[in-house]
């Protein structure tokens, strides 16, 4: 599966951006998701994971309350709903594929997309 991500910017700490990712091909279905991010000089790290069919949603502790994962599988399309955002928010956003459910884990993601960036000022 490809996927393309977009949806990122620069926001006001307590903003919002909402994040988007499209997958090309028919087995989007067939794949939990995840979001990872990425800030400068720091290794990338897990922020947010959905099941294949959307009933099961995970996050890392430093987003929960504040980031909403979801899925329309008829769209092709994975969500990061991103609340109250703070500066340490900042990084490149990546959404990726898994079949995998050590869905923290960048390793057992097979397919990437080319990141977006957020941006979160003080």
């Known amino acids: 599966v490809q996927l393309q991500a977009s949806g990122g910017g620069l926001v006001q700490t307590g903003g919002s951006l909402r994040l988007s990712c499209a997958a090309s091909?028919?087995?989007?279905?067939?794949?939990?998701m995840g979001w990872f991010r990425q800030a400068p000089g720091k290794e990338r790290e897990f922020a947010a994971a959905i099941s294949w069919n959307g009933d099961s949603t995970y996050y890392t502790d430093s987003v929960k309350g504040r980031f909403t994962i979801s899925r329309d599988n008829a769209k092709n399309t994975v969500y990061l709903h991103m609340n109250s955002l703070k500066p340490e928010d900042s990084a490149v956003y990546y959404c990726?594929?898994?079949?995998?459910?050590?869905?923290?884990?960048?390793?057992?993601?097979?397919?990437w997309g080319q990141g977006t960036q957020v941006t979160v000022s003080s």
């Open positions: 091909g028919r087995t989007f279905s067939s794949y939990a």
């Open positions: 990726a594929a898994t079949t995998s459910r050590n869905f923290n884990q960048p390793l057992q993601y097979k397919s």
